[in-house]
């Protein structure tokens, strides 16, 4: 900037002087210099003033005037820093106090001569950075830069930001929950696998057991007819005996490990045959409706055991009126429905329809504690002698079987809803009545000679207990203790006419290979499997498959179906 001796006349903005600040009387070479100087530094969108040692403004820009809103005669060649300063602080610029000792204290600031670097936000909501630089000798130059547009931005990028992270860390949290409760879904279901297979284990066990104490009880009735000591002492062990083989069926049920008979059922029509013989056995107080979700009345078919699924519905409807207060309600309901990906991730089920069924209740409701162990077998919050602990297992472990999911929700309080989503049956105009169960055949007469039967079983016990019973329905009996040893004879030995042989032996051949080798080697005319599991997967087709512990009437007819 050339050094200004004095200032010049100002002139009308109808010369070519008027285009400039005040341009000082100069030879025309500077003169001209001057002012390309100062037409590019009014180009500038940044302000800028420059004052001397003493305060006096020297040099400057229309920005600068524009930006700080400063009347246009207020900058001249010589104008005092001063006024510039009394000029904010009158209008405020710089919030409330006196006008004069803000003035004072910026004129005293700024005769150190210092670097500063500030931003100032102006009534009007412009936000300007102020930077000021001494010049040494020679007074201090300040730029000013209008970054109102800047900070908005970098406003909204944060605001964006915290709404960005806001929303990660809720999907986060969610995620997380989400997370939790898979696992504690997926350790519940592990748990209750590894219960299932070693109950599984326990029940075939047992129904060996009690196929042997049930067979030499029911002998000894036979025999002793006549004894009184039968019915005093036998008759109840028999009875007791028989409980037993019910409460094993049960653990059966839980290790998914029962025959299934699936039929497409009108899951409505049995609800509210199932409601009609709850009913008899609800307070008068506690109420039950059944819930037309749809509100259609429309048929909700199921592919479901219909025998297996009555049970459990009575199951979870007894459950709902022992916790139910009085005058409470339990409401049951069914309709179609569709699972999602997610959803069937969730319930460990494969996407699709299914039938949706809920039984409700306003009852007390389960704590986190039982809900995580309502499902595994002998738990149970009822008072000692109300009930066996194997009700929801058995249900548990029905569904699962069929394909299906069961789902409880509750809390103390608040009662319980427990939802089975069933594998969809297909839509029919009309449902064929099932035929009503064939009665149970009467004990079987020993008929006349019938020929050679092979008994394989690896429980010395059993093979003398249903030994006995081949004898008394006329056969002569051959035994083997394993599946290898049966083989041998199989192939040994002409005129078998019945091969019956438990499913499960150790020594790596099994009932079902020495089955299929009598068959297919046409060795034996009938063939009859028997198991303590009774569960579908041991089947063979064409080949009967009796459940231990079993009657010889049961026996009997097992072995004239293989011969059919």
């Known amino acids: 900037m050339v050094p200004m001796t004095a200032p ?15 341009a000082p009387s100069l030879p025309a070479e500077a003169l001209g210099r001057y002012q390309t100087l100062q037409a590019g530094l009014d180009l500038l969108d940044q302000g800028l003033s420059i004052f001397d040692g003493d305060l006096r403004l020297v040099a400057w820009n229309t920005a600068y005037v524009r930006l700080l809103d400063f009347p246009e005669d207020m900058a001249y060649l010589g104008a005092p820093f001063e006024s510039f300063i009394r000029y904010n602080a009158k209008r405020g610029e710089y919030g409330p106090g006196d006008p004069e000792a803000l003035v004072a204290e910026r004129v005293e600031a700024a005769r150190g001569f210092e670097s500063h670097e500030i931003e100032r936000t102006r009534p009007d909501g412009r936000v300007l950075r102020i930077r000021g630089m001494p010049l040494p000798g020679h007074g201090f130059v300040t730029l000013y830069s209008d970054v109102t547009a800047q900070r908005a931005a970098e406003r909204t990028i944060l605001e964006q930001n915290a709404e960005l992270e806001s929303r990660v860390a809720a999907r986060t949290g969610e995620l997380l929950r989400e997370q939790k409760r898979s696992q504690e879904l997926i350790a519940r279901a592990q748990k209750l696998e590894a219960l299932g297979q070693l109950t599984g284990g326990l029940a075939h066990d047992f129904n060996n057991i009690l196929t042997v104490v049930i067979g030499n009880l029911a002998a000894l009735a036979r025999v002793r ?5 039968v019915p005093e002492f036998v008759q109840p062990a028999l009875d007791a005996s028989r409980r037993g083989a019910d409460l094993v069926k049960g653990l059966l049920s839980f290790a998914r490990r029962q025959p299934l008979k699936a039929v497409n059922l009108d899951v409505c029509a049995l609800l509210e045959s199932t409601a009609k013989l709850v009913r008899r056995s609800l307070p008068e107080s506690l109420s039950l409706d059944i819930l037309d979700i749809l509100g259609t009345r429309a048929p909700v078919r199921a592919w479901i055991d219909a025998g297996l699924l009555e049970q459990a519905l009575l199951n979870l409807l007894l459950n709902a009126r022992d916790a139910a207060r009085p005058g409470g309600r339990i409401q049951i309901g069914a309709t179609q429905a569709v699972l ?7 319930l460990h089920v494969a996407p699709g329809p299914y039938a949706h069924v809920q039984v409700r209740d306003d009852g007390a409701g389960m704590d986190a504690h039982t809900l995580a162990h309502i499902f595994e077998p002998f738990f149970t919050t009822k008072q000692a002698g109300r009930g066996s602990g194997l009700g929801m297992a058995m249900v548990y472990g029905f569904i699962k079987q069929s394909g299906g999911a069961i789902e409880v929700r509750s809390a103390p309080g608040q009662g319980t809803t427990v939802s089975l989503w069933l594998p969809a049956g297909v839509p029919e105009e009309a449902q064929a009545a099932a035929p009503a169960p064939a009665p149970a055949p009467s004990e079987a007469v020993p008929s ?12 010395d016990e059993v093979r003398r207990v249903v030994r006995r019973d081949l004898l008394a329905l006329g056969y002569s009996v051959l035994e083997a203790g394993n599946g290898a040893e049966a083989l041998s004879l199989l192939a040994r030995t002409d005129g078998i006419v019945l091969l019956l042989s438990d499913v499960s032996m ?5 009932g079902r290979e020495v089955a299929r080798a009598a068959r297919e080697g046409r060795r034996a005319h009938a063939v009859v499997l028997m198991s303590g599991y009774a569960p579908g997967d041991l ?24 011969k059919r």
């Open 340 to 346: 999602d990906a997610p959803a069937a991730q969730a």
């Open 8 to 22: 010049a006349a100002r002139t009308g903005r109808d010369t070519p002087e008027a285009t400039m600040h005040d």
């Open 448 to 459: 006349a000679e019938r020929g050679l039967a092979l008994l394989v079983d690896d429980d």
């Open 225 to 229: 007819g006549d004894d009184p000591l």
């Open 539 to 562: 089947r063979v087709p064409g080949v009967p498959l009796l459940a231990k512990p079993f009657t010889r009437a049961q026996l009997d007819k097992a072995i004239e179906a293989s």
């Open 506 to 510: 150790p020594g790596g051949v099994d």
